[in-house]
């Protein structure tokens, strides 16, 4: 859910659990928070908390089954993935919840036994993970199966069936955290050089656990924190019903055809040529959400002040600090984005003129002149799933034998759900959760450019993953959305620059030239503007203000006046469209879509040095990707020659904006 092909960062629903987090707590286990978008990017990331689902009431459920059911979705083999890789039938899932549950209802026997000896630790940490990786797979199934047709009661009952199994498994392991740092630091690396087999498994887990004595509680706290899992989930739960099921979204007609204006409708047609077309779509489509601008104020408060009670209650410096203290990520390199972002507007204001100019607008720009392209191409080409898998592999060669050949292996394979219908999940993602199976990827391929683009986000992920399986066993194969969105943005990066340099004719060049710099714009400049929202809304929260909907759609107003250059002349922002922060499903991740903004800072500088660094520079990216979750992200950045807490990376970003422009603008001057 993202940048590229879905700005708001959707096309990416990915995330994992992977190993246990410290502090157990149901928020914490292992992925940012709700919606939880990337852990090791899988889908988690991208459905986080709402993992947690309550049912719908009786009667509802039942009006859906009966109604919904009827219409499953029937799709051909070469467009719909397999889950039978992961349970033969819903009879194999259903045989297997079973077993786990009761394996997950034994796992406090381990209690007290993690300090014995070596050996016990050892046995103790590998019948947990043991668990919890049936855990995951319980968890991937249900929600691949769910997102297949939203609309099916029955797949929503599963969802919530293993939401409710990982609240458990939360529940038994909670009191890990307190006993291994009660064991100490001494006996820990005592023990770890003891058993190797400790050492290399768990004991980058057991590092990163001592960390966390200042923000652990006791066993009867931790328990009942991560008991409240299912509480804290809830806001996210209500905004998933609202945004895909409930909203009453309006009709339009458009060239004579009158239709539902719903997310995919209102992202395909915002991007029409005519003008006048796009400002209706604007004008009914925010309508739509602005009347639910108190629901949804009530409810993304209610999820701030989630985020903000388990920051306080384990006795972190904010909520920031606590979204941050899992990766272990200095403070600064948030900060220092946001910085950087602000410091560089005026490079995104000439690319906002260059848009009027070349849009033909003659009067203000308005936030609706976004989104169609600034070069438009008579005939556009189209790209099939088949075009998208050779235009991918040969855009990537730069990456290597290896990266490709993994590439072909997952084509080959039935990995992907790729075609829209009514009823899937919106957006894209990458599924990666299941460490002894593959990724699984869902598309709603629309045969365009966004559509290839997002294909390549989506097949980084995947690749990520399975260097990081090949490389790292289970427990260190959870890596960070902060190095999860290299890989992908990298991919989307490299082919721009592919397609600008095999483009057919001067119009194409000009196109994805245009292509590109409108790809920094959305996942740079907007991410870091969300970034910069979030910031703000924790703090106010934090400080004691109050959130209702008017106030921060008043908070969202003040930030896309000044990212887009209201006061400056450059854009005339009309206040009914800043609503749409209730639109955005990603400031229910707890501090997520901060990292697409980073990601493509870091993702600028790893593609020039793959260019121009040859072997060594494509080397220094993948073993950064082979690392997995061996150590903390902004290490392994660091390791790669990045130091994403300092300016380079983001005025890296800035100048290859520029660059692109100044492209432009020599190639206009050509005959």
Request: hydrophobic content about 40%; aromatic content about 12%.
């Amino acid at each position: 859910m993202n940048v590229g092909a879905n700005e708001f960062g959707s096309h990416e629903l990915s995330c994992s659990l992977r190993f246990l987090k410290p502090r157990g707590t149901v928020m914490d286990f292992g992925l940012p928070t709700l919606r939880i978008k990337s852990r090791a990017h899988s889908f988690w990331a991208a459905l986080g908390i709402a993992v947690l689902m309550i049912l719908p009431p009786a009667a509802e459920a039942q009006a859906r089954k009966d109604t919904a059911e009827k219409s499953a979705v029937q799709s051909s083999p070469d467009t719909m993935w397999n889950l039978g890789d992961l349970y033969a039938t819903p009879e194999a899932w259903t045989a297997s919840y079973a077993k786990t549950k009761a394996a997950v209802e034994s796992l406090d026997k381990y209690k007290g036994s993690l300090g014995t000896s070596a050996n016990a630790m050892f046995e103790a940490l590998d019948a947990i993970s043991a668990v919890r990786k049936e855990v995951e797979r319980l968890l991937a199934y249900a929600f691949l199966k769910g997102d297949e047709d939203l609309r099916v009661s029955s797949a929503q009952e599963r969802r919530q069936q293993a939401g409710v199994l990982r609240t458990a498994f939360s529940e038994k392991t909670s009191w890990m955290t307190a006993e291994i740092i009660g064991i100490g630091a001494a006996k820990v690396a005592a023990f770890a050089a003891e058993n190797k087999a400790l050492n290399d498994r768990f004991g980058f887990y057991l590092t990163d656990t001592l960390r966390y004595g200042p923000h652990t509680l006791g066993d009867e706290a931790e328990a009942a924190l991560a008991a409240a899992g299912n509480v804290l989930a809830q806001p996210n739960r209500i905004y998933e019903e609202l945004a895909n099921a409930d909203l009453p979204f309006p009709t339009i007609t458009l060239e004579g055809e009158k239709l539902r204006l719903d997310e995919p409708a209102y992202e395909k047609y915002r991007q029409s040529p005519d003008r006048a077309e796009r400002k209706l779509v604007f004008d009914t489509f925010w309508p739509a959400w602005k009347q639910f601008e108190n629901t949804a104020g009530a409810t993304l408060a209610a999820g701030v002040m989630g985020n903000v009670f388990l920051a306080k209650e384990h006795k972190f410096n904010g909520a920031l600090a606590a979204a941050l203290f899992n990766d272990n990520m200095p403070e600064a390199v948030y900060r220092t984005l946001v910085a950087q972002a602000n410091a560089a507007l005026p490079t995104l204001y000439r690319y906002l003129k260059m848009r009027k100019a070349r849009l033909g607008i003659t009067d203000d720009l308005a936030y609706y002149d976004n989104y169609p392209p600034m070069f438009v191409l008579d005939n556009a080409p189209a790209y099939t799933v088949a075009e998208s898998e050779r235009i991918t592999l040969e855009a990537l060669a730069p990456m290597g034998k290896e990266y490709l050949a993994l590439l072909r292996k997952g084509f080959a394979g039935r990995w992907m759900n790729v075609l829209p219908h009514e009823g899937k999940h919106p957006g894209a993602y990458m599924e990666g959760v299941v460490y002894d199976v593959h990724p699984y990827l869902l598309f709603n391929h629309n045969n365009d450019y966004e559509s290839l683009s997002t294909f390549a986000h989506e097949w980084g992920h995947a690749v990520h993953t399975l260097l990081t399986h090949a490389n790292q066993p289970y427990e260190k194969a959870n890596y960070s959305t902060f190095t999860a969105e290299s890989a992908s943005i990298a991919n989307e990066m490299l082919l721009n620059d592919y397609m600008v340099k095999h483009a057919k004719s001067k119009a194409q060049k000009l196109y994805y030239l245009g292509q590109g710099v409108e790809f920094i714009r959305t996942s740079y400049f907007r991410q870091a503007m969300f970034g910069e929202f979030e910031l703000a809304i924790h703090e106010e929260i934090q400080k004691g203000a109050p959130l209702s909907g008017s106030r921060l759609t008043e908070m969202y107003c003040r930030l896309l006046k000044h990212y887009y250059g209201d006061a400056e002349g450059v854009m005339k922002i009309d206040p009914k469209y800043c609503i749409e922060w209730a639109f955005v499903p990603h400031f229910y991740y707890n501090f997520y879509v901060w990292q697409y903004a980073t990601s493509s800072a870091g993702a600028a500088q790893f593609t020039d040095a793959i260019f121009n660094g040859g072997v060594a520079g494509r080397e220094r990216f993948l073993n950064m990707l082979k690392a997995g979750g061996s150590a903390y992200p902004y290490d392994l950045y660091k390791r790669a020659g990045l130091d994403m807490a300092t300016p380079a990376p983001y005025q890296a970003l800035a100048a290859r904006m520029n660059r692109l422009m100044d492209e432009i603008e020599a190639l206009e001057k050509t005959k």
